[in-house]
């Protein structure tokens, strides 16, 4: 998410509605580590980014941006972080299992419910760490990302999956 000028927000994390009003909000980690919350009027342009009509004030801690802050504490129950929206996480099935997030180090979470892998330090999935395992002969591989069959292309020596549009790792 970007201001008009071009300066860097921060990254959407979540989706919020007010209950009782016809508002969306979404909900952003700032670059400077704090919350905010952003309503989808600001919003000028969507696509791969977000460009904003209004500049915002980026906060710098762990609290939400006062301009916004009743907005956030109504959408506070849609808006919950993963951690609080996800199952229990079952520990790794052999000691020595567990997955190192690759984008800040610390150990990933197994998330049963969505069969994945989530760093709670990065807010984020870690992605190809679920189903890594590889497929024995004769048998047929499942995405890691959405559990979809995947298909051996012999070219490449690759798996690929058709309904994510990508490779497996």
Partial sequence: MY??????????????????????????????GGELSIEWDNVAAAKDIIILKEAVEIPAGPAVAPAVEAAAEAAAPQAAAPQATVAAPAAPQAAGEGVICPYCGKPATWIEQYKRWYCYNCGRYVEGAAGAEEAGEGEAKVCPYCGKPATWIEQYKRWYCYNCGRYIE
């Fill in 3 to 32: 201001n008009p000028d071009g300066e860097l927000v921060g990254e959407v994390y979540d989706v919020g509605f007010a209950i009782g009003e016809a508002k969306v909000y979404l909900m952003v980690k700032s670059k400077r």
